[in-house]
């Protein structure tokens, strides 16, 4: 995979020749996170985010493997089961507090991931596979994710499952009939929570598949870097192991620290105290609000006000849907050949611009819809639709980039000579730092 | 393609949405949405300090057993505690007999079945017995309270936002008289009959008696005097407790994890800074935060932004 120059699996000993003979399995690793990764030596920290998405979803499944075996799915005993977990399992507060917090930071090292794929277009050829599966393992995770906050079968799960299924009923004559039979009822109860939970234990599975896809796919052209310039000869890269899992080890501890300072010191901070009322179909909250990782798609959601054409919940059902979707034809959209921000004056602006515009509407989301929020929503909606399907293009078509560097270890050389370079870039033997 | 019907779509949802500012901008303007009382009258929770509060808090074990004492003469009358047992009273510093008395004399027993003829029947808690709700159910409850039902207390700190201090201001905030102000500005807001004037409570209007009324209602064991002020905020602790009764262990593995990753995270970044030696620029002959090194780096960065 990926460049000639990877070093090939080399059997350390006896044992590992005889299996590698058999099943080529520590070739496979090798190739994948070892010494026969070769790996552009120029990648900066917005690089450690898929390792560490990987971990999340690692943890997300251990522990969620062992809530299932004290988690009870009825209607009747759910809340009281999560209830049960908290206060006499061993141990129990500490599982559910890393899985609601880890689904919480699942999606910030997501969204961090995201974004770096956004400023470094990531989407450009030849990497838009790797960008479309890494959608679908989002669309995935945010399946996943509603349907985990609804198994604990408080208030907000209750209306949170009320609220997203009630999107179908927007699709005109069948919409309702779907709406029935998604629930399995007129209004979730026991069959909904049951399937709930079935494919909330089965999504991630699923996930993890897409993720090994998604892995692949990415060791066919290799990493892209913070240049955007491709990788031209071995000078250019470092293999993965050492250098990348050394980097990837610490900023992964570093991470944790934060996780685990939410973790153990504000477990609830990320959740609403709706959550611990439990559910009750006759008494609505006076918000309803989704978990803040969703909360940009629920502005989007309730800015269509007006009944044009189609009825404004199918405007808003539509659009939020196409929020994500549109993102799968970025590559077609953004047609400029320089694929790094940094190289990319007006485009780094606006990158920028809609960085602020998705945190306005994360906010617009959370708030009480008074006229003002209504009004703010649509702007930032507007904005967003604006960037993707209109703005890009035309930066594309206009904008003069600025000029990249003949190569990453160009970039890497701030104009010294050669016998004073990094490692494996100097004619010689290193003489002296700068 | 792609490209000729991005900005058609674009231009559409724009359009459609510019349509929707323009519709709410003008409802806004040519009716713009009454204050409300709540909007105006409604406060937040006073400050409230526990020693359970911050990431080394611990319980206050004194003031759980006068919240608890709390609880057991004036809340249990209508509250339930579903969720907790007897037994975990012991972690309030209750000896095993203590909590074998306290749940022989609940003062509601526990549903249960006569062994000889099968009949519904009532027997005496025990310590692994939860609360016994003072209800037979819900509907009991809400008859006895003018439909009003009274909420399960276990884990109210944790529903309500800034929980301990809104259990507190509510206990201590009703008010005799609705403010004169609020009566001229929103006659509508009069408080009815068989309701309180409370502004901590969400729509100002409570259905529960002010339950906690004059000091000394409860005669403290160990001496506190019994202020208003401080039976609520012991009964705001002890429902803290309620809601979290892990909370002590929580905030000692807290500390022991965050100390366990620091030193493996400062390891992991000095064998990085190892294996990576090589491979990175020397621009660190002195060390890496000798200011010319600094700016020598920030240069560095500069020039990869532009020239590379």
């Not at chain 1, 699996?9 to 399995?25: M, V």
């Not at chain 2, 905030?173 to 409570?201: I, M, V, W």
Request: net charge neutral.
């Amino acid at each position: 995979m990926s460049f000639a120059w990877a070093t090939p699996y080399e059997p350390k000993s006896d044992l590992a020749r005889w299996f590698d003979d058999r099943l080529p399995l520590p070739r496979l690793v090798h190739g994948a996170v070892g010494g026969g990764y070769p790996v552009p030596r120029n990648l900066n920290y917005a690089w450690n985010f898929g390792v560490l998405a990987g971990i999340f979803l690692m943890i997300q499944i251990v522990t969620g493997i062992v809530l299932a075996m004290h988690y009870y799915a009825s209607a009747d005993g759910a809340f009281n089961s999560v209830e049960h977990i908290m206060r006499d399992v061993n141990g129990g507060w500490m599982l559910r507090y890393a899985h609601a917090n880890g689904a919480s930071f699942f999606f910030i090292v997501v969204y961090i991931h995201i974004f770096r794929g956004l400023f470094y277009a990531s989407y450009k050829a030849p990497r838009e596979l790797i960008w479309m599966l890494g959608l679908v393992i989002y669309l995935l995770m945010m399946a996943t994710a509603f349907m985990g906050y609804v198994l604990p079968w408080g208030q907000m799960s209750y209306w949170g499952a009320q609220v997203i299924t009630g999107f179908f009923s927007a699709i005109p004559l069948v919409g309702e009939p779907i709406r029935v039979w998604l629930l399995g009822g007129f209004v979730p109860d026991q069959a909904a929570l049951t399937r709930f939970f079935s494919l909330h234990y089965l999504m991630p599975f699923v996930i993890a598949g897409v993720v090994i896809l998604h892995i692949w796919s990415l060791h066919i052209p290799g990493s892209s870097n913070p240049t955007g310039v491709d990788v031209k000869t071995e000078k250019d890269t470092l293999p993965f192991h050492p250098f990348y899992t050394a980097k990837d080890g610490w900023f992964a501890g570093f991470f944790l620290l934060l996780y685990c300072a939410i973790l153990f010191f504000a477990p609830n901070a990320l959740g609403h105290p709706d959550n611990y009322i439990p559910a009750n179909g006759l008494s609505t909250p006076a918000h309803i609000v989704p978990e803040w990782y969703f909360l940009p798609f629920y502005a989007i959601l309730k800015s269509f006000t007006v009944d044009f054409i189609m009825p404004a919940k199918l405007w808003g059902v539509i659009a939020m849907f196409g929020s994500i979707l549109l993102l799968f034809f970025l590559s077609w959209l953004d047609r400029s050949p320089v694929r790094s921000g940094h190289y990319r004056p007006v485009f780094k602006r606006f990158f920028w611009i809609l960085v602020i515009d998705v945190f306005v509407l994360g906010w617009a989301g959370g708030s009480t819809p008074t006229p003002a929020v209504v009004a703010i929503s649509q702007i930032a909606t507007a904005y967003y639709f604006a960037h993707f399907l209109i703005i890009l293009p035309l930066i594309a078509k206009f904008e003069r980039p600025m000029p990249l560097p003949s190569s990453i270890t160009a970039s890497v050389l701030h104009g010294e000579n050669e016998e004073s370079a990094p490692y494996g870039l100097a004619k010689t033997a290193p003489v002296a730092a700068v | 393609m792609i490209r000729k019907i991005g900005p058609i779509v674009g231009l559409g949802f724009v359009f459609v949405l510019f349509l929707s500012l323009f519709s709410g901008l003008s409802a806004y303007f040519q009716a713009p949405p009454e204050a409300t009382a709540e909007e105006e009258f409604h406060k937040h929770p006073k400050k409230l300090h526990l020693a359970s509060d911050g990431p080394l808090g611990h319980f206050d074990r004194q003031q759980l057993q006068r919240g608890f004492q709390v609880y057991k003469e004036v809340c249990a009358a209508c509250h339930g505690l579903k969720l907790v047992a007897f037994r975990d009273l012991a972690a309030l510093g209750y000896e095993e007999p203590e909590i074998k008395a306290i749940a022989n004399q609940w003062l509601t027993e526990v549903p249960s079945v006569n062994p000889d003829t099968g009949e519904v029947a009532s027997r005496k808690a025990v310590p692994s017995d939860r609360f016994p709700s003072p209800y037979a159910n819900d509907t009991a409850a809400r008859a006895a309270n003018n439909n009003a039902y009274p909420p399960d207390l276990s884990l109210m700190t944790k529903a309500r936002h800034n929980g301990p201090a809104y259990v507190h201001s509510l206990l201590t905030g009703y008010e005799a008289q609705q403010p004169a102000e609020l009566l001229k500005k929103f006659p509508a807001a009069k408080t009815s009959p068989g309701l309180y004037y409370n502004p901590y409570f969400a729509n100002l209007n409570i259905a529960m008696p002010p339950p906690i009324t004059s000091d000394g209602q409860v005669t403290y064991a160990d001496g506190t005097m019994a202020t208003v002020d401080q039976m609520s905020a012991d009964v705001s602790a002890f429902l803290t407790w309620t809601a979290e009764p892990k909370l002590e262990n929580r905030h000692r593995w807290g500390l022991v994890v965050l100390t366990f990753l620091l030193f493996a995270t400062i390891l992991g970044y000095l064998s990085y800074r190892n294996i990576w030696a090589s491979a990175k620029r020397k621009v660190a002959p002195v060390g890496p935060l000798d200011p010319a090194n600094m700016a020598r780096r920030e240069e560095a960065k500069d020039e990869r932004g532009i020239a590379g």
